[in-house]
């Protein structure tokens, strides 16, 4: 077996590339849950289906996206990182491709909701904490929250040119051009992406050579049974249960609503497809700064706390907001997008933190779970401001609840108790019989 190198005999840890595939490819893989906002309305124009249809086929990506999650935390136990982030972008692109030839709403749902779903949820946030838990013991917070921004990176780099693409060619040939964002990561992640540090003979960035940390064992148990145990002994603990709460109202209120509707709102009163994705970008490159932030203050600051500011921030913006969307982009509405984007997955680093404090070594599974809860609640609020804009002809009915759920979460995640001592011990939490 390799022995470990001196600090002296490298110059970058091999963690930090490492958190560089991973960031890449989360970047490569979130192309596609910017596109379908752009879609939505090119393809209501030339094929005729309903928002509703088409906010069903987000939903089911979003729902399958969180759902998978924790069992992609215990796939990646069981068959390592590498393999599973392999054939999740190879996923991605499939269904990215397949869907240019939907003639009928299922086809979307098959395609956009399945493949693209079980693709998109074997490297959600989950992706993020096991990359982290594994290869650092330093800089947690902030690495989690450089890893968060990766999905907002994505929608960064993807949204512009696939709006104007879906504007000026169609919106099939923004589609391929999605999946050759997710192909080109492939090669990168074969060659750089290492399971864990003790693979190569490393120890994990800031972990004390006199202690080094057990490296992870390789699962034997079925991914599915070990998922589920997870749940089953998380299920025991109420701050679990007020984290899935405060997460569901957190993934309603971004990708659910803003993520899924807000450019097709902005075209409701008059604004272009390609303005409205450039506001959203921004609120992509806000959002980086913001969760890079967020990790730095999940370093120093009482999670608890963070997390209730940012739920009633959040609040207090949406309520705004239907009085921002017109034709123009006015000064206001430029507010909203800078704080909305710093704010946006502000709440993952210390969900993560929080996660890792009641759950020991399990918690990236735990967090899995608590990340279905955040899809969950983004499906939901999909189909559900697709039904209120089919209904009422407008969303600010689906704006103000969304802004009430926030208020509701900060209330709860103000209130999440600390772990008493018997719920810190791994032997007590961790332990999968």
């Given at each position: 077996?390799?022995?470990?190198?001196?600090?002296?005999?490298?110059?970058?840890?091999?963690?930090?590339?490492?958190?560089?595939?991973?960031?890449?490819?989360?970047?490569?893989?979130?192309?596609?849950?910017?596109?379908?906002?752009?879609?939505?309305?090119?393809?209501?124009?030339?094929?005729?289906?309903?928002?509703?249809?088409?906010?069903?086929?987000?939903?089911?990506?979003?729902?399958?996206?969180?759902?998978?999650?924790?069992?992609?935390?215990?796939?990646?136990?069981?068959?390592?990182?590498?393999?599973?982030?392999?054939?999740?972008?190879?996923?991605?692109?499939?269904?990215?491709?397949?869907?240019?030839?939907?003639?009928?709403?299922?086809?979307?749902?098959?395609?956009?909701?399945?493949?693209?779903?079980?693709?998109?949820?074997?490297?959600?946030?989950?992706?993020?904490?096991?990359?982290?838990?594994?290869?650092?013991?330093?800089?947690?917070?902030?690495?989690?929250?450089?890893?968060?921004?990766?999905?907002?990176?994505?929608?960064?780099?993807?949204?512009?040119?696939?709006?104007?693409?879906?504007?000026?060619?169609?919106?099939?040939?923004?589609?391929?051009?999605?999946?050759?964002?997710?192909?080109?990561?492939?090669?990168?992640?074969?060659?750089?992406?290492?399971?864990?540090?003790?693979?190569?003979?490393?120890?994990?960035?800031?972990?004390?050579?006199?202690?080094?940390?057990?490296?992870?064992?390789?699962?034997?148990?079925?991914?599915?049974?070990?998922?589920?145990?997870?749940?089953?002994?998380?299920?025991?603990?109420?701050?679990?249960?007020?984290?899935?709460?405060?997460?569901?109202?957190?993934?309603?209120?971004t990708n659910g609503l803003i993520g899924a509707h807000f450019i097709p709102a902005?075209?409701?009163?008059?604004?272009?497809?390609?303005?409205?994705?450039?506001?959203?970008?921004?609120?992509?490159?806000?959002?980086?700064?913001?969760?890079?932030?967020?990790?730095?203050?999940?370093?120093?600051?009482?999670?608890?706390?963070?997390?209730?500011?940012?739920?009633?921030?959040?609040?207090?913006?949406?309520?705004?907001?239907?009085?921002?969307?017109?034709?123009?982009?006015?000064?206001?509405?430029?507010?909203?997008?800078?704080?909305?984007?710093?704010?946006?997955?502000?709440?993952?680093?210390?969900?993560?933190?929080?996660?890792?404090?009641?759950?020991?070594?399990?918690?990236?599974?735990?967090?899995?779970?608590?990340?279905?809860?955040?899809?969950?609640?983004?499906?939901?609020?999909?189909?559900?401001?697709?039904?209120?804009?089919?209904?009422?002809?407008?969303?600010?009915?689906?704006?103000?609840?969304?802004?009430?759920?926030?208020?509701?979460?900060?209330?709860?995640?103000?209130?999440?108790?600390?772990?008493?001592?018997?719920?810190?011990?791994?032997?007590?939490?961790?332990?999968?019989?």
């Amino acid at each position: 077996m390799s022995s470990t190198p001196p600090p002296s005999a490298r110059r970058i840890h091999p963690a930090w590339i490492v958190a560089g595939v991973a960031f890449l490819a989360l970047v490569g893989a979130a192309g596609f849950r910017a596109a379908p906002s752009v879609f939505m309305v090119p393809i209501e124009t030339e094929l005729g289906f309903s928002r509703t249809d088409l906010s069903l086929a987000i939903g089911i990506n979003i729902v399958l996206y969180g759902l998978t999650a924790p069992f992609a935390a215990a796939l990646m136990d069981r068959f390592g990182i590498r393999r599973v982030t392999f054939f999740a972008l190879i996923l991605i692109a499939l269904g990215a491709v397949l869907g240019t030839f939907a003639t009928a709403p299922f086809v979307l749902w098959l395609t956009w909701g399945l493949l693209i779903g079980v693709g998109t949820g074997s490297m959600a946030m989950v992706f993020a904490a096991t990359v982290t838990q594994r290869w650092f013991v330093r800089h947690r917070g902030v690495v989690s929250g450089v890893l968060s921004a990766g999905s907002a990176t994505g929608q960064l780099v993807f949204l512009p040119p696939t709006a104007w693409l879906a504007t000026e060619y169609g919106w099939r040939e923004a589609s391929l051009v999605v999946a050759t964002g997710a192909l080109v990561v492939v090669p990168l992640v074969a060659w750089f992406l290492h399971d864990s540090p003790d693979r190569i003979g490393h120890l994990p960035f800031g972990a004390d050579p006199a202690n080094p940390p057990a490296p992870p064992a390789r699962s034997t148990v079925n991914p599915a049974l070990l998922a589920l145990r997870a749940l089953r002994r998380a299920a025991h603990h109420r701050t679990f249960w007020a984290l899935v709460v405060g997460f569901a109202v957190c993934g309603a209120s971004t990708n659910g609503l803003i993520g899924a509707h807000f450019i097709p709102a902005a075209h409701d009163h008059g604004m272009t497809e390609p303005v409205a994705a450039g506001l959203l970008a921004t609120v992509g490159v806000f959002d980086i700064a913001g969760t890079v932030l967020s990790g730095w203050l999940t370093d120093r600051v009482n999670p608890r706390i963070l997390l209730a500011i940012y739920y009633a921030g959040r609040g207090v913006s949406l309520v705004f907001l239907p009085f921002l969307l017109s034709a123009e982009v006015q000064p206001p509405m430029w507010f909203f997008i800078v704080f909305y984007g710093l704010d946006w997955v502000a709440t993952v680093p210390p969900t993560i933190a929080l996660c890792r404090e009641l759950f020991g070594e399990s918690g990236p599974l735990v967090f899995g779970w608590v990340f279905a809860s955040h899809q969950l609640g983004a499906g939901v609020a999909t189909v559900l401001a697709g039904i209120v804009r089919d209904t009422t002809g407008q969303y600010t009915i689906a704006w103000f609840a969304a802004a009430g759920l926030c208020l509701v979460a900060a209330l709860v995640s103000f209130r999440i108790r600390r772990a008493p001592a018997a719920e810190h011990d791994p032997e007590q939490i961790a332990r999968v019989p």
